[in-house]
């Protein structure tokens, strides 16, 4: 069985066909999928999937590159707070840093990401972090934060990696774990013991080797684990069962 800890299958990407391909995945050993939003405007579509589907659970967050649409963060802020508080929300993502795209300036990613660990903490939430050529800044953030974090689509080095993990935050990898030239990512993957490594799609993006380029979907998580167990040692079932159960007890699902 596979848990996808990161996947939007509220996308537009995945308007034609959305039902039928959870419905199949569901019907072929996936246990659990995460939906991340990104945007208030996106809330509604992710707790409606986690409505209809037994096992798809809802995260909820305002993605950095998402902040800039709102005039007051304030206002933003206890929207995301009551609309948790009202739902049967799992996770407190997707939020953290982008310094690779611009849509939101640095000087408004900043405050979202430290006022969203703090809904966090008070909420007693994993926080989901994407930090995108980010490290030092969500790295500084973290340090601060006593919740736990997951660590999204994992591009940190090793040793950052060795410490955050020593921080008791999990890291969760993605198909860049299987790119060609992702060495540091596979170094990464070894430095994660056991009980704090996850696995994620983000389809509809990041599609993994041998379907790079294709619309992702939580099927495809296969060769994430392959790539996983070749480079940790181990079997794949052994992968996708640690996975798993840290994702089960991560999200207090069962
Ligand atoms: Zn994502």
């Known amino acids: 069985m596979i848990f996808d800890t990161h996947a939007h299958y509220d996308d537009k990407k995945f308007d034609q066909d959305r039902y039928e391909i959870l419905d199949s995945l569901f019907s072929s050993g996936v246990s659990g999928i995460l939906n991340c939003a990104t945007a208030i405007e996106n809330f509604k579509d992710t ?7 037994e096992k798809v659970y809802a995260a909820l967050g305002i993605h950095p590159s998402d902040c800039y649409r709102y005039k007051s963060m304030e206002d933003a802020l206890n929207v995301l707070y009551d609309t948790i508080r009202d739902n049967d929300v799992r996770a407190l993502g997707e939020i953290g840093l982008d310094y690779h795209y611009d849509f939101s300036p640095k000087e408004s990613q900043l405050p979202y990401f430290a006022a969203q660990l703090e809904v966090a903490e008070k909420l007693g939430l994993p926080a989901i972090i994407h930090d995108r050529e980010a490290h030092g800044d969500v790295f ?31 890291i969760s990898f993605s198909g860049s774990v299987t790119f060609k030239n992702a060495h540091s990512v596979r170094e990464a993957a070894k430095a994660v013991p056991d009980e704090l490594l996850l696995v994620e799609t983000d389809s509809p993006y990041m599609a993994p080797v041998p379907v790079r380029g294709e619309r992702n979907d939580s099927g495809n998580i296969r060769y994430i684990i392959s790539v996983l167990a ?7 079932e052994n992968i996708g069962r640690i996975t798993e159960e840290n994702a089960k007890r991560l999200f207090k699902i069962g």
Not at 47 to 53: E, F, G, P, Q, R
């Open 140 to 170: 500084e953030h973290l340090r601060k934060f006593k919740g736990v974090a997951v660590i999204h689509s994992c591009s940190e080095s090793a040793e950052t990696v060795r410490q955050l993990c020593s921080k008791g935050h999990y």
């Open 230 to 236: 070749e480079v940790r040692g181990g079997t794949a």
């Open 47 to 53: 707790l409606d999937l986690s409505d209809k589907y």
